[in-house]
C-alpha cells in the first residue's frame, strides 16, 4: 500500500532564514505530487505540483521553490522566510490518469516569528 | 476556478442530519470530498464521476448532478466523529487539476 511521509512536523523558524521540508511517498511509482499551504481555517491553496523527475509548474508566485530530485521526493524551500509564511503545509500524491484523486501527508504546521 | 461551498459553517446536535453543496462555474468531470479533523491532513471520502451517480460512505452519501455543476453530501444521522471541515474538491470536463473550495466547518454536539 502506499504511505506519504512529511517531516518535520512541527517548525519553528525566525524571519528570514531558510526553510526546507521534505515528503517522500512510497509503495507507488511516478506519481503526481503537490504541495499546499492552508492558514489557520481556510482552504487548500496550492503552491505547487510536478509530474515527473525535475518538472515542477509553481501555481503562486512567492518566496518559495520546490524540487523533485527524485520520484517519489518532493521538496519545499526558501531562502528568506517571511511571517506570512506560516501556515500548514501539506504535501499530496495522484496516481494521475483517468482522475486526480489525491491523498494527503500528515503535514508540519511552520509558524514564522 | 475555485468551487464554491456552502454552507461555510453548521453545527448540529448528535443524530441530525446536514447537506453540504459544492457548485462549479465549469463543466465537470468528478468532484471529490475530503473530511479533515482539527489539526489532521484531510481524508479521501469518495469520487463522484460525471453522469448523476450517488456514493455513500458509511452514514455519509453524495450526489453529482453533472448538468447542473453540483455536487451534495448529505450526512446522515450525525455522529460526533462527523466533525471537521469537509472540502470538496472539482477536476473541469476539459481536463486539469482538482481544485478545492474553501471548506464547511461541521460541528456535532452532543
Known amino acids: 500500500s502506499q504511505t506519504i511521509h512529511q517531516w518535520p512536523a512541527t517548525l519553528v523558524q525566525p524571519v528570514g532564514s531558510p526553510l526546507s521540508l521534505e515528503c517522500t511517498v512510497e509503495?507507488?511509482?511516478?506519481?503526481?505530487l503537490y504541495w499546499y499551504r492552508q492558514a489557520a481555517g481556510r482552504g487548500l491553496q496550492l503552491l505547487f505540483y510536478s509530474v515527473g523527475i525535475g518538472q515542477i509548474s509553481s501555481e503562486v508566485p512567492q518566496n518559495l521553490s520546490a524540487s523533485r530530485p527524485q520520484d517519489r521526493q518532493f521538496i519545499l524551500s526558501s531562502k528568506k522566510l517571511l511571517l506570512s509564511d506560516s501556515g500548514f503545509y501539506l504535501c499530496?500524491?495522484?496516481?494521475?490518469?483517468?482522475?486526480?484523486?489525491?491523498?494527503f501527508g500528515p503535514g508540519t504546521r511552520l509558524t514564522v516569528l | 476556478q475555485q468551487p464554491v461551498q456552502s454552507p461555510q459553517a453548521v453545527i448540529l446536535r448528535e443524530g441530525e442530519d446536514a447537506v453540504i453543496n459544492c457548485s462549479s462555474s465549469k463543466a465537470l468531470y468528478s468532484v471529490h470530498w475530503y473530511r479533515q479533523k482539527h489539526g489532521e491532513a484531510p481524508v479521501f471520502l469518495m469520487i463522484l464521476l460525471k453522469g448523476g451517480e450517488q456514493k455513500g460512505h458509511e452514514k455519509i452519501s453524495a450526489s453529482f448532478n453533472e448538468k447542473k455543476q453540483q455536487s451534495s453530501l448529505y450526512l446522515t444521522a450525525s455522529q460526533l466523529s462527523y466533525s471537521g471541515t469537509y472540502f470538496c474538491g472539482t477536476e473541469p470536463a476539459s481536463g486539469s487539476r482538482l481544485t478545492f473550495g474553501e471548506g464547511t466547518q461541521l460541528t456535532v454536539n452532543p
Open positions: 509503495g507507488t511509482s511516478n506519481p503526481n
Open positions: 499530496a500524491w495522484s496516481v494521475g490518469g483517468a482522475t486526480d484523486t489525491q491523498y
